[in-house]
């Protein structure tokens, strides 16, 4: 009797854990990312000149971005963003890069913003980054562009520049990869379910162009060693700057920040 009744109850825990594993499984795109929709007829209003763009991909999804302008630019920032809003919360980041001279370039992933479709994988999301880089790679010679990342999306930039062979590559709050970081939040999250590896530590070995960091000294969200373990694989090719008394949110802003773009995009 006491043998079925542990049977029965290792049979249970077993159903639980499968169960408990697929909803990780299944769920994972609502845990890691947090769009603002907004509706097709929202109308941008920003005080920087721009032009809303749309692209369809050959699954035949429509992804929204603006595209900041200035006069004359020196070339072009093509900016990921991070895992929530829109684009309509990404105007800081047009300021600090259109001031120097650039135009700025953003797209919602799927289902951010006004861009159609779901997330499904980092394949999916590496396969739009690099379809919407090699549509502006029309409009600009890459040796006049740079590729910046912030937060979850300084995986996907670092991705991105380790395929191509843009000017220049800046990670804003980057991880060390993204499994590394999700064991740091939480050591018991099965790590083996995520779909989204995002290993920078390992892409940045195929870029060979100048790669600066900027990480907020008080950033709770992704912890600034996380950079400097960056710094610490590549010190030759890595320049990581710490920024005193920020967080995660609002590097553009950061006086430092700017004062040291300033050099780098005279």
């Given amino acids: 009797m006491l043998k079925k009744i542990l049977k029965s109850l290792v049979i249970l ?8 594993f697929s909803y990780l499984y299944q769920k994972q795109e609502e845990l890691i990312f947090h769009p603002t929709k907004l509706e097709q007829s929202h109308r941008f209003d920003f005080d920087i000149p721009f032009e809303e763009r749309s692209f369809t991909t050959n699954d035949g999804v429509a992804l929204n971005g603006v595209h ?20 309509q919360d990404y105007l800081g980041s047009a300021y600090a890069f259109t001031k120097e001279g650039y ?25 739009d980054n690099q379809f919407v880089y090699d549509t502006l790679l029309g409009e600009y010679a890459e040796k006049d562009i740079i590729v910046v990342g912030y937060s979850i999306g300084s995986g996907m930039a670092a991705k991105l520049a380790s395929t191509n062979n843009p ?23 099965p ?47 890595v320049q990581a700057i ?25």
């Fill in 191 to 237: 790590t083996f379910l995520l779909k989204y590896r995002f290993e920078t530590d390992q892409y940045l070995k195929g870029f060979k162009k100048p790669i600066t960091i900027f990480h907020g000294e008080d950033d709770t969200l992704i912890p600034s060693n996380q950079s400097l373990q960056l710094k610490a694989i590549y010190p030759q090719k």
């Fill in 103 to 127: 135009d700025v370039f953003i797209y919602d992933y799927r289902g951010f913003g006004k861009s159609e479709g779901e997330i499904n994988g980092e394949k999916l999301l590496f396969k």
């Fill in 167 to 189: 000017q220049q590559l800046f990670l804003l709050a980057p991880y060390h990869n993204f499994i590394a970081l999700v064991k740091l939040w939480n050591k018991y999250t």
């Fill in 68 to 87: 900041f302008k200035v006069p004359e630019p020196k070339g072009l920032v093509f900016y990921l963003h991070g895992n929530s809003g829109s684009i």
């Fill in 13 to 20: 825990i077993v159903i639980l854990v499968v169960l408990a």
């Fill in 242 to 266: 710490i920024l005193p008394n920020q967080g995660h949110v609002g590097i553009e802003g950061n006086e430092l920040f700017q004062t040291v773009i300033k050099d780098l995009l005279k």
